[in-house]
T-cell receptor, first 114, second 111 residues
Framework: DTGVSQDPRHKITKRGQNVTFRCDPISEHNRLYWYRQTLGQGPEFLTYFQNEAQLEKSRLLSDRFSAERPKGSFSTLEIQRTEQGDSAMYLC????????????FGEGSRLTVL | KNEVEQSPQNLTAQEGEFITINCSYSVGISALHWLQQHPGGGIVSLFMLSSGKKKHGRLIATINIQEKHSSLHITASHPRDSAVYICAVQGDGGSNYKLTFGKGTLLTVNP
């Protein structure tokens, strides 16, 4: 099964450290999304790529956050100088087509900042 | 006020009962998604709809664009249906890639 995969699934880090998450979307999917979800809340939009172009970045993302999708395939989300408030589940999703079709989500990467 | 409101927030049912989860939204949309999330697990797309009604197995989703309201129904509920059900609306026009999510409805089906 070549669904959306995310790595690592869990990350525990100390405040101030940098972390990087990777998302491998379904291979032919041109659209890739990053969301953040905290306990008891629905996911919140972080950023969106169409192929390799990052078309929107939420104002939720401070300048400590950066995302890339260098060849229009996998994507990385980096958080620099992590803070406890960054603790959350980071979800990646992908879809195919000109408009957002059915979304396929990864299992998420859970970040705990101590 | 959130752009997407779900009700109820929590729902407990007995196996076999008919379940309804509601979603109301306040913005223009191009489509509405119903998603399922198991505890600690990823999210699975159940339906994407922009009008009318869709059915898949024991699940039925309806949408009324004029009233800005959608419902997710589960017939003959089963304990394995226990999960969080999330409604998400897809923006229209230039924001058609962006989903705005409700907070979810936690469904527990007891045997």
């Amino acid at each position: 099964d070549t669904g959306v995969s995310q790595d690592p699934r869990h990350k525990i880090t100390k405040r101030g450290q940098n972390v990087t998450f990777r998302c491998d979307p379904i291979s032919e999917h041109n659209r890739l999304y990053w969301y953040r979800q905290t306990l008891g809340q629905g996911p919140e939009f972080l950023t969106y790529f169409q192929n390799e172009a990052q078309l929107e970045k939420s104002r939720l993302l401070s300048d400590r956050f950066s995302a890339e999708r260098p060849k229009g395939s996998f994507s990385t989300l980096e958080i620099q100088r992590t803070e406890q408030g960054d603790s959350a589940m980071y979800l990646c999703a992908s879809s195919l087509g000109e408009n957002t079709g059915e979304l396929f989500f990864g299992e998420g990467s859970r970040l705990t900042v101590l | 006020k959130n752009e997407v409101e779900q009700s109820p927030q929590n729902l407990t049912a007995q196996e076999g009962e008919f379940i309804t989860i509601n979603c109301s939204y306040s913005v223009g949309i191009s489509a509405l998604h119903w998603l399922q999330q198991h505890p600690g697990g990823g999210i699975v797309s159940l339906f994407m709809l922009s009008s009318g009604k869709k059915k898949h197995g024991r699940l039925i989703a309806t949408i009324n664009i004029q009233e800005k309201h959608s419902s997710l129904h589960i017939t003959a509920s089963h304990p394995r249906d226990s999960a969080v059900y999330i409604c998400a609306v897809q923006g229209d026009g230039g924001s058609n890639y962006k989903l705005t999510f409700g907070k979810g409805t936690l469904l527990t089906v007891n045997p």
